[in-house]
């Protein structure tokens, strides 16, 4: 069946396109920007790549008359910039507006689990959303979901930052909301369940795993599982602002995610009864602390296939990471080291390893103290790290930077920066035929403040960038 794939570099449709692939599926992917989708990981015939932008209706027509089901997995929550729910408004307007020109029998929306009337903003767009997406000309199913536990997702990685930074867990009341967390797995399963399966067209179902827990339950169990000793004090003042900023500082989230969260978390999700496991022939649900062990095997063995923490963040990427490929040179500061090498396999090593745990090679001090400076500003700070300590593709994040390009071939590496600046920046490493490493940072900087914040860090880069292309170079 030709199936299409919305939201394809997401952290969903980058775990669901294999499953649909191995079950012998053609796939078209839709993503907004074609630099961000790593083809060489599906070599497969079977996929195909369109670049589509919801929001924008003259891009539509890149979309197949031909397929048959598809998967509806696009979000703005984590969206820096605008209104989320008015983007998701759109983009859900302008998908049923060009599916329903096409062959399509059916749509699965993922969604969230609501349950109250007094919903978040995010689950009032959610809601919103399955709304606009119903029509005469296709079957919608949708699917919703609460917590989701796996390697890379948002719930998972908070979760893992609070129990494993924080011995005294100092927590708001939203802690004693209930909720029905779900393994990753479970949720491909039910997704492919629902592929083409009539029973369920036009139907919604709540989807979670076998347990009702309160988030504080959610900790503790996690502690347990990890061979952590935590206590936990939930305190009645903790206003949904301070929350929100508690989330942050703590966590790898943006602040803009964090608010949506809190809000979010007020709300107690739990599944209403359904006969979904019989009309898709029983799935085996997972339970919290096995879902929590089947997500650190993953992660030991550096197999996360996507991680929330790739969704674009700064505005200024929204058009397309290719744009930024070509970096300026008019009006801009540079600062370009260029050392001598000797093993060229060993420095490209170097440098496809920088960042994250193993660091940025010299005065890693600094790196963490201006992560905290970004933090403090409203940035994204360094707690995002790289999902894969040796492999990195295009489109992912990287602590603060966003990867432009990483092209073994090209045997260079760029990045983006994303921390919070009065200007652009950009950071390139690259091994040149003479065997040279050739490392040069631009910045590119917005008014007087721009310039005036280059001039007071210059100093520092002198120190820093000098001793990081020396010791990329030797080590």
Known sequence: MKILLTGATGYIAQRLLPVLLKNGHEVVCCVRD?????????PSQSV???????????????????????????HSMSTSSGD????????????????????????????????????SKHLSSRKNVEEILKSDKYALTTLKAGIIIG???????????????????IAPLWLNTKSQPIAIRNVLDYLLGVLNNKPTFNNSYDIGGSEVMTYKDMLLRFAKVRGLKRVIWVIPFMTPRLSSYWLYFVTSTSYSLATHLVNSMKVEIVCKENNLNELIGGVQVIGYDKAIKLAFGKIEQNQVA???????TSSTLNNGISQHIQVPVNGCYTDKRRVKIENTDRVLKNIWSIGGTTGWYYGNWLWEIRGIMDKMAGGVGLRRGRKNPTEISAGESLDFWRVLLA?????????????????????????T????????????PLGIWGRTYWFAVLPFHGFIFKGMGNRIARI
């Open 407 to 431: 092209s073994k071939e090209e045997k260079r590496l760029l990045l983006y920066a994303e921390m919070k600046l009065p200007g652009e920046a950009w950071l390139e490493f690259k091994i």
């Open 48 to 74: 195909s790549v369109v670049e589509v932008n919801f929001l924008d209706e003259s891009t539509l027509d890149q979309i197949p008359d031909d397929i048959g089901v598809v998967y509806y997995l696009i």
């Open 433 to 444: 035929n003479d065997n040279m490493l050739v490392q040069t940072a631009t910045f590119r």
């Open 306 to 312: 996507s991680s929330w923490k790739d969704a674009l």
């Open 34 to 42: 074609k630099s961000r989708f790593n083809k060489d990981r599906y």
């Open 151 to 169: 390697s890379g997702s948002a719930s998972f990685e908070i979760i893992r930052d609070l129990v494993e930074k924080l011995p005294l867990i």
């Open 84 to 119: 989320f729910a008015k983007m998701e408004d759109v983009s859900a307007r302008n998908f049923r507006s060009r599916i329903e020109q096409t062959n399509a029998e059916q749509v699965i929306y993922l969604s969230g689990i609501i349950n109250e009337k007094n919903l």
